[in-house]
């Protein structure tokens, strides 16, 4: 994904719009057109991110210019990824900072929504095999109501390690069993789809 933002010293009235980011992705790519306005060259130029979210994950967060003639523009890339316990259809601020050699700085804000999973998803408990706690995670693509509960290999419910209405996106429990036997045990996500009916 690739969001171009033009005339970074003097254009900033459309830079409200949110801009959409699918989830748990990587490579998203940020292209900021820096462009001279002025009538004589500036070097030095830096541009950073000086605020992002911690659930961004970017492999860059400076790129220096070091020179930019009068009326030129050269590209700052930042390729990103999002984490997965990013909040989903929330919007979300990264600020860059724009400074050259004369002391001289800009800041400019990116609005960025993550989008929901594209569907609901169980992964494997991590440790397994545990002692004495494991952790059940998965993934919804819509708020719903859900349940994680666990049983043992007759079918008896053990544990309820959740029960209610849950936002879309990436969720996990965590399930201490110190005060169960050793043994095998299963564990059972449930989750209303868009029709109402249960995803397992």
Same mark, same amino acid.
Not at 93 to 102: M, Y
Not at 159 to 174: M, V
């Given at each position: 994904?690739? %969001?171009?933002?033009?005339?970074?010293?003097?254009?900033?009235?459309?830079?409200?719009?949110?801009?959409?980011?699918?989830?748990?992705? %990587?490579?998203?790519?940020?292209?900021?057109?820096?462009?001279?306005?002025?009538?004589?060259?500036?070097?030095?130029?830096?541009?950073?991110? @000086?605020?992002?979210? #911690?659930?961004?994950?970017?492999?860059?967060?400076?790129?220096? %210019?070091?020179?930019?003639?009068?009326?030129?523009?050269?590209?700052?890339?930042?390729?990103?990824?999002?984490?997965?316990?990013? *909040?989903?259809?929330?919007?979300? #601020?990264?600020?860059?900072?724009?400074?050259?050699?004369?002391?001289?700085?800009?800041?400019?804000?990116?609005?960025?929504?993550?989008? *929901?999973? /594209?569907?609901?998803?169980?992964? #494997?408990?991590?440790?397994?095999?545990?002692?004495?706690?494991?952790?059940?995670?998965?993934?919804?693509?819509?708020?719903?109501? @859900?349940?994680?509960?666990?049983?043992?290999?007759?079918?008896? /419910?053990?544990?309820?390690?959740?029960?209610?209405? /849950?936002?879309?996106?990436?969720? #996990?429990?965590?399930?201490?069993?110190?005060?169960?036997?050793?043994?095998?045990?299963?564990?059972?996500? %449930?989750?209303?789809?868009?029709?109402?009916?249960? /995803?397992?």
């Amino acid at each position: 994904m690739k %969001i171009f933002i033009a005339n970074m010293f003097v254009c900033i009235a459309y830079l409200n719009a949110q801009h959409p980011i699918p989830f748990s992705s %990587i490579n998203n790519r940020i292209e900021l057109s820096v462009t001279n306005a002025s009538w004589v060259a500036t070097g030095n130029v830096t541009v950073e991110v @000086s605020s992002a979210p #911690q659930w961004l994950k970017f492999t860059n967060l400076t790129i220096p %210019i070091s020179k930019l003639e009068p009326s030129a523009a050269q590209i700052a890339g930042f390729t990103f990824s999002v984490d997965k316990s990013a *909040p989903v259809n929330k919007p979300a #601020q990264v600020i860059f900072t724009i400074s050259n050699s004369n002391g001289e700085k800009w800041t400019k804000t990116l609005s960025l929504q993550v989008s *929901p999973p /594209e569907k609901f998803d169980v992964f #494997q408990n991590y440790p397994n095999p545990f002692n004495p706690a494991t952790t059940i995670s998965y993934l919804l693509p819509i708020a719903t109501e @859900s349940s994680v509960k666990i049983f043992d290999v007759t079918g008896r /419910e053990i544990a309820t390690l959740f029960s209610g209405i /849950e936002d879309a996106g990436y969720h #996990q429990h965590e399930w201490r069993a110190a005060s169960v036997a050793s043994g095998m045990y299963i564990y059972q996500v %449930i989750a209303k789809n868009e029709k109402g009916k249960n /995803e397992y």
